[in-house]
């Protein structure tokens, strides 16, 4: 049974870089039939997906279009951990960050990480 | 697209039905999810592709609709059913989207 474990700093200042890392077990970051996902939770703005990456012979990125500007994702397979780093945050960034895994040709997540709450404050 | 959800609280006492809707702004035919959400955890996905459900999940949860209207029912409450209840779709072109969920109280 896959399990997602979330690691990453609980406070980021101003301007600087968001980043949280999802630790993979019971599956494989390079695994060709899914796919792996951010998504924040916060009051104002509800669920919100952030994006995704997935590898089929090379590495692919989904980024949602409201945080394309600012947001990357990397999956290190030595590891089998992937990463999500979001720049120039404001407090408009503060939330619940989860990592999630997704199904090839799917649309929905049957495996959620714990959460990690990320306050941006100075 | 964008989700809605109703009613935004659902007050039911154990042993009732609950029934939660969810709509979309466009035709998504059946591409549709639901999740639990408990306080301090994750979601926990109930049913997808609008009336299949997840591994595990109990079969009082049952999902129906297409196209535009969506219903999650709970044929009988049992008090670990308190949460919120999020739909969510696929998009366009990988951009999913979450519903504003609907709180389940007992």
């Known amino acids: 049974q896959v399990q997602l474990q979330q690691s990453g700093p609980g406070l980021v200042k101003p301007s600087q870089t968001l980043s949280v890392t999802c630790a993979i077990s019971?599956?494989?970051?390079?695994?060709?039939?899914?796919?792996w996902n951010w998504i924040r939770q916060s009051p104002s703005r509800g669920l919100e997906w952030l994006g995704r990456t997935y590898y089929r012979s090379k590495w692919y990125y989904d980024y949602a279009e409201s945080l394309k500007s600012r947001i990357t994702f990397d999956a290190d397979t030595s590891k089998n951990h992937f990463s999500l780093r979001l720049n120039s945050v404001t407090p408009e960034d503060t939330a619940v960050y989860y990592c999630?895994?997704?199904?090839?040709?799917?649309?929905?997540?049957?495996?959620w990480g714990q959460g990690t709450l990320v306050t941006v404050s100075s | 697209i964008v989700l809605t959800q109703s009613p935004a609280t659902l007050s039911v006492s154990p042993g009732e039905r609950a029934t939660l809707s969810c709509r979309a702004s466009q035709s998504i035919s059946n591409s549709l999810a639901w999740y639990q959400q408990k306080p301090g955890q994750a979601p926990r996905l109930l049913i997808y592709?609008?009336?299949t459900r997840a591994t595990d999940i109990p079969a009082r949860f049952s999902g129906s609709g297409s196209g535009t209207d969506f219903t999650l029912t709970i044929s009988s409450l049992e008090p670990e059913d308190c949460g919120v209840y999020y739909c969510q779709q696929r998009g366009n072109w990988a951009q999913f989207s979450f519903g504003p969920g609907t709180k389940v109280e007992i």
């Open positions: 592709d609008a009336s």
């Open positions: 019971g599956d494989s970051v390079s695994g060709n039939s899914v796919a």
């Open positions: 999630a895994r997704g199904r090839s040709g799917t649309y929905y997540f049957d495996s």
